[in-house]
């Protein structure tokens, strides 16, 4: 079965950088596009960012400069690293990928920015 367990979130001040862990297991990981998705309180699950088998990257405008997302296909691990993080940033990071027809989710890490 399809399982994404991601890891790495936290209380963090302003400015500060996070790095966001997702362990794949139950899909041949390196033919798959991975992202990342945050669902703040009140808000909608917004793409932050996302990454294909062969390396090109996608990041939403609010991310782009302060985010990086990468993979590592012998480990079947994708990552998230956040850097000048702000308030605004505050959320439940999600690891996806869409198998087909099927949507898989990780059970979301929450990332705080806050002083």
């Known amino acids: 079965q399809v399982q994404l367990v991601e890891s790495g979130g936290g209380l963090v001040q302003p400015g500060g950088s996070l790095t966001l862990s997702c362990a794949a297991s139950?899909?041949?990981?390196?033919?798959?596009?991975m992202s990342w998705h945050r669902q703040a309180p009140g808000k909608q699950r917004e793409l932050v960012a996302s990454?294909?088998?062969?390396?090109?990257?996608n990041y939403a405008d609010s991310v782009k400069g302060r985010f990086t997302i990468s993979r590592d296909n012998g480990k079947s691990m994708a990552y998230l690293q956040m850097n000048s993080l702000k308030p605004e940033d505050t959320a439940i990071y999600y690891c996806?990928?869409?198998?087909?027809?099927?949507?898989?989710w990780g059970q979301g890490t929450q990332v705080t920015v806050s002083s």
């Open positions: 996806n990928t869409k198998v087909t027809i099927r949507n898989y």
């Open positions: 139950g899909i041949r990981f390196n033919i798959y596009t």
């Open positions: 990454i294909t088998s062969s390396g090109t990257t």
